[in-house]
């Protein structure tokens, strides 16, 4: 039986790390957090995540980049912003959680799990660039041959539903104008 080690020594951390989180949207008072948990609490997600939103900002404020840009914790927020409006401290928790998202999708964190949400969100935004606005079907097939097509067959009998409905298509959607689009986005971009 192998045994691991889940003790971090100071030199693991990453004080560059706690620097740059004081620098981004909503950082800037992470230090205040009292570790409440008033986040965690009201947090309507937190069940679901392998680091609780308190947990994470003391680790984020710690040092511990790779632990908290490889956790589920960033990708399942679902920006509620129960958690900001609830901080005693008035802590943006939220857009600290985006600004994690960011930073793990530039070192490409993101990429060393098939873990569907963050792949999810870069096919949604290209498509959207490219097209104007999102296929859900051609948004599905995409996703599944990036996680594996065992997840598309799972979800199978809940594609055949929704076309039967009526309410999934095959047809690839756009706008009329996508040049408009594509100078908002490179307005936003810059």
């Not at 920006?79 to 005693?88: F, I, Q």
């Amino acid at each position: 039986m192998q045994i691991l080690r889940k003790v971090k020594y100071e030199n693991e951390l990453n004080p560059e790390f706690t620097s740059w989180l004081s620098t981004i949207p909503g950082g800037e008072r992470v230090r205040e957090c009292m570790q409440c948990g008033t986040c965690s609490s009201i947090c309507p997600v937190s069940i679901y995540m392998d680091i609780t939103p308190r947990r994470l900002m003391a680790m984020a404020d710690s040092g511990f980049k790779d632990d908290v840009l490889q956790s589920f914790t960033i990708w399942l927020c679902a920006s509620c912003y129960a958690c900001t409006v609830n901080c005693p401290k008035d802590i943006k928790i939220t857009d600290i959680m985006y600004g994690l998202k960011r930073r793990a999708i530039e070192e490409k964190v993101l990429h060393r799990r098939r873990f569907a949400i963050p792949i999810l969100a870069r096919s949604f935004v290209n498509m959207v660039k490219k097209n104007g606005r999102v296929t859900e079907s051609r948004l599905v097939m995409t996703l599944a041959l990036k996680i594996g097509l065992l997840h598309l067959l799972r979800m199978a009998p809940l594609g055949w539903s929704l076309m039967r409905a009526g309410r999934l298509s095959l047809k690839k959607e756009q706008v009329q104008n996508k040049e408009q689009i594509k100078t908002m986005l490179k307005a936003v971009e810059a």
